[in-house]
Nanobody, 119 residues
Framework: QVQLVESGGGLVQAGGSLRLSCTASGRFFSINLMGWYRRAPGKQRELVAAVTSGGITNYADFVKGRLTISRDNAKNTVYLQMNSLEHEETAVYYC?????????????WGQGTQITVSS
């Protein structure tokens, strides 16, 4: 089993910043991709950003240079630095990890952390 624990969400004013963290633990050999998705009220879940174990990053178009994803492979942790937050970014943010385990390769999800941006 693999567990992902997220932290860093909360309430912030528009224009403010937050930093999300997600740490993977449990039984796995390695983690390929780690990333963040979000689901805003009434909308589908969408990719925010992802990073490979080698440090290659991928961002959604709406990020506009305001968000930075990073990763500490030794700690099995991925971070998302979010700056200049907008009200429309109010959502539940989910961490994802693409793990290699004894059962093969599969995606694991965190429980989600709420970010509320007040206008």
């Amino acid at each position: 089993q693999v567990q992902l624990v997220e932290s860093g969400g909360g309430l912030v004013q528009a224009g403010g910043s937050l930093r999300l963290s997600c740490t993977a633990s449990g039984r796995f050999f390695s983690i390929n991709l780690m990333g963040w998705y979000r689901r805003a009220p009434g909308k589908q879940r969408e990719l925010v950003a992802a990073v490979t174990s080698g440090g290659i990053t991928n961002y959604a178009d709406f990020v506009k240079g305001r968000l930075t994803i990073s990763r500490d492979n030794a700690k099995n942790t991925v971070y998302l630095q979010m700056n200049s937050l907008e009200h429309e970014e109010t959502a539940v943010y989910y961490c994802i990890a693409d793990c290699f385990t004894t059962y093969g390769r599969r995606d694991y999800w965190g429980q989600g952390t709420q970010i509320t941006v007040s206008s």
